[in-house]
């Protein structure tokens, strides 16, 4: 009996032992550029990102102070007028890849990905597709979805209102490694 | 004669302007400073800079700083410093003139403290 108990404790503790794959330097993009206006677009290539690959959960972070765009002064008015990231430095996602299998993905594999976006302190709820793919020992995920400037109450002022899209794009390409 | 020198005046007026216009476009336009002509806010060893973040985390965003420790590991975008700091590399083909078991200083830029990682995260990081 003890012997069973035991085994039995032991299946457990190795299956509460999650398996997860992570990166440190995920690139997240936005877009919102009008047509035929200098494009305000920019890049984040620190993201850090975490998958638990058995329940398909997904958390990630960033901070805004690391999006780089082609102009300084485009960069400043991002940070001080439109994100204070002083104020909000960072920029979390919380939520789940819908029957995630780590086990199927082989060339390309698409999944929902649903969850919690948090821009200025705000949340949002988000529903797209996450597409997955492995290259060597490495999990690749990439997604893309689009957000409005007031779901966060980021307020464009009149004089550069048609320079800014109101419908930002929001592009995801992720590198996880296993986390040993 | 009196044509000629409103010509010359309309010549001269317009070149001031383009000129202005020129060197406005040049000030909006600038690329962003770049890390190595940046000023150093801190210099001191990773430890000391990890102990500095955890007291006050806020304080330290945004800012440039020139740290030296222990090589802990590598991945092909950057080092981590004393298991505690992430040093995103500006160039990675550094790299491979890395030898891990040496002692490394770096100028980089703090970005913040991640909590999903609990490592401090610097970018554009350059080899001192």
């Not at chain 1, 819908?98 to 698409?110: A, P, Q, R």
């Not at chain 2, 590399?89 to 990682?117: E, F, H, Q």
Request: with cysteine.
């Amino acid at each position: 009996m003890k012997k069973i108990l035991l085994l039995a404790f032991l299946f457990l503790s190795v299956s509460i032992v999650a398996q997860k794959y992570y990166t440190k330097t995920g690139k997240t993009q936005f877009k919102a550029s009008v047509e035929a206006f200098e494009p305000v677009e920019a890049t984040n290539n620190s993201t850090t990102a975490i998958i638990n690959v058995n329940s398909g959960e997904i958390a990630s972070l960033l901070f805004v102070k690391a999006f780089n765009f082609r102009v300084a002064l485009m960069q400043e008015h991002f940070n001080e007028n439109y994100m204070d990231s002083s104020t909000f430095p960072k920029a979390t996602f919380k939520g789940t890849i819908v029957g995630f299998n780590l086990s199927e993905i082989s060339d390309t594999k698409k999944y929902i990905l649903n969850g919690i976006l948090t821009v200025r302190g705000i949340e949002k709820e988000i529903e797209t597709f996450a597409v997955f793919s492995k290259k060597e020992d490495k999990l690749l995920m990439q997604a893309s979805f689009e957000v409005q400037t007031a779901d966060f109450k980021i307020k464009i002022p009149k004089i550069v209102r048609n320079k800014i899209a109101g419908t930002i794009t929001i592009s995801l390409a992720y590198e996880f490694i296993e986390k040993k | 004669m009196n044509l000629l020198k409103k010509n010359k005046l309309v010549i001269i007026i317009l070149l001031v302007i383009a000129v202005s216009v020129g060197a406005i476009y040049a000030y909006a336009m600038q690329a962003p400073t770049k890390i190595e002509s940046k000023k150093v806010d801190f210099t001191g060893t990773s430890d000391q800079l990890f102990l500095k973040i955890l007291e006050d985390p806020a304080a330290w965003q945004d800012k440039i700083v020139v740290i030296s420790g222990k090589v802990t590991s590598l991945d092909d975008k950057g080092i981590l410093l004393s298991a505690s700091i992430y040093c995103q590399l500006k160039d990675t083909t550094v790299l491979k003139k890395i030898n891990p078991t040496n002692d490394i200083s770096l100028k980089g830029r703090i970005i913040g403290y991640d909590d999903l990682l609990e490592e401090l995260k610097l970018d554009q990081c350059i080899i001192q």
